[in-house]
T-cell receptor, first 109, second 113 residues
Framework: GQQVMQIPQYQHVQEGEDFTTYCNSSTTLSNIQWYKQRPGGHPVFLIQLVKSGEVKKQKRLTFQFGEAKKNSSLHITATQTTDVGTYFCAGKRNNDMRFGAGTRLTVKP | NAGVTQTPKFQVLKTGQSMTLQCAQDMNHNSMYWYRQDPGMGLRLIYYSASEGTTDKGEVPNGYNVSRLNKREFSLRLESAAPSQTSVYFC????????????FGDGTRLSIL
């Protein structure tokens, strides 16, 4: 079945450093979604990527969808303490959407 | 706007007890979802409802039943709770049929002893 792997599992950065999390699927995806979950909170939808090679930006966040539509990345430039949380990708193939295990980001002020 | 509301927020059950988790959304969304979240495993879909009166099994449906009472409400029932069902349960909704969940409730933290 479809699997979505996310790396790294944890990332600790100094405030101001960049951060990247990667999402890899065992199968070609229709689209991919990214979510952020603050500690003790609920997931918050960030963005959806649909097209091969697509790149979208939200302020300091840059999202990419691979050319083969099997991988994706989320890059945060100059992290801030407000970026703390777990970032999840969720890949969809046909009617089946699977979440990655998430990357937990901590930021040292 | 409340968005997606889940009740209760916390619950402790004994093995074999039954319970219904309630979820309601006020955004007039067609699609609603139930997920469980376990440490280190991300979210796993239990059941999905594309519209009132329709439900479909997700990745981990065993031990659960759902009911889409109307467009607003989507409940999750554990008929005979087991310790393996200890988890955080999230309800979510979407305005897209077959689309990704867009809005999540605050979750129900369920412990089964």
């Amino acid at each position: 079945g479809q699997q979505v792997m996310q790396i790294p599992q944890y990332q600790h950065v100094q405030e101001g450093e960049d951060f990247t999390t990667y999402c890899n699927s065992s199968t070609t995806l229709s689209n991919i979604q990214w979510y952020k979950q603050r500690p003790g909170g609920h997931p918050v939808f960030l963005i959806q990527l649909v097209k091969s090679g697509e790149v979208k930006k939200q302020k300091r966040l840059t999202f990419q969808f691979g050319e083969a539509k099997k991988n994706s990345s989320l890059h945060i430039t100059a992290t801030q303490t407000t970026d703390v949380g777990t970032y999840f990708c969720a890949g969809k193939r046909n009617n089946d959407m699977r979440f990655g295990a998430g990357t937990r980001l901590t930021v040292k002020p | 706007n409340a968005g997606v509301t889940q009740t209760p927020k916390f619950q402790v059950l004994k093995t074999g007890q039954s319970m219904t988790l309630q979820c309601a959304q006020d955004m007039n969304h067609n699609s609603m979802y139930w997920y469980r979240q376990d440490p280190g495993m991300g979210l796993r879909l239990i059941y999905y409802s594309a519209s009132e009166g329709t439900t479909d099994k997700g990745e981990v449906p065993n031990g659960y039943n759902v009911s889409r009472l109307n467009k607003r409400e989507f409940s999750l029932r554990l008929e005979s709770a087991a310790p393996s069902q200890t988890s955080v349960y999230f309800c979510a909704s979407s305005d897209q049929a077959g689309g990704q969940p867009q809005h999540f409730g605050d979750g129900t933290r369920l412990s089964i002893l």
